[in-house]
């Protein structure tokens, strides 16, 4: 489906966000995240409603959901979701920025608007935007979902084999800030502390991956049921595959609802 002019209470989110900015000199100074949205085909209050954030790879584009039909497999499912991908690409990774982007622009306007749950879904390199924001804001969020993540090369990914798995690697620095890859694997490590429950994490990857062996070492130690392969590489065809097998398992069905508060 083509994404919708934003409509309430979609205008509404980005209204609330362009305020913010301009109410707070404290909000980051780079340039506000461009946003795609696919409100609901559902006519319900927002407070019933639940909030999916597609978060691109390195490649593609924001738009790239829409093409590759995940938008439509999403809006098929029982129960009101509304959509936005905003354009995180690679320069907000860049400049550090992306966690901010997304909480000023995307996540606490959504908050505001009183939605009932808010999820990330990342692809490739939006993995790693996902768990930045998990980490840094584990509160705003209700589901995460790693669909063919990029998680580090043999820097990291020996050291946790050697180890034994996630279970048995410790990072050697409690605040892993010089590294991305050490960083994004002590935000996994919490997770696997908390049984990828607190919010429930899933994901989802092709046997063909050329990341395959970031996604064995990470799903040896999830729920099977929270774990979903596919037969693929490192494409959108494989990423809607994917999700689809995800979508058909009714595990990323709508959830009681959750009370969000602003920070």
Known sequence: MKPARLSYP????????????VASCSLP????LPILSYPSPVGSSVKDRTLVVFLRGKSGSHRSFETAGMVDELQKQDGPFDILAPNTHFGYYMSRAVVDRLKYDVIDPAIAAGYREIWLVGVSLGSIGALLYLEAHPSDIDRVC???PYLGDSEILDPI????????WQTSDPDPKDSWQLKIWSVLKNCHQKGFQTPPVFL???????????HRLLSAGMPPTQV??????????TFAKVWAAILDNGLFSAQPKTNHTLE
């Open 204 to 214: 989802g990857f092709g046997t063909g991956d050329r990341y395959h062996r970031a």
């Open 10 to 21: 979609i205008l509404r989110i980005v209204v609330l966000g362009a305020a913010m900015a």
């Open 29 to 32: 100074t780079n340039r506000p």
């Open 161 to 168: 084999a050697y180890a034994g798995g996630l279970e048995y």
């Open 146 to 148: 790693l669909i063919s």
């Open 228 to 237: 979903f392969e596919v037969s693929g590489g490192h494409d959108f065809v």
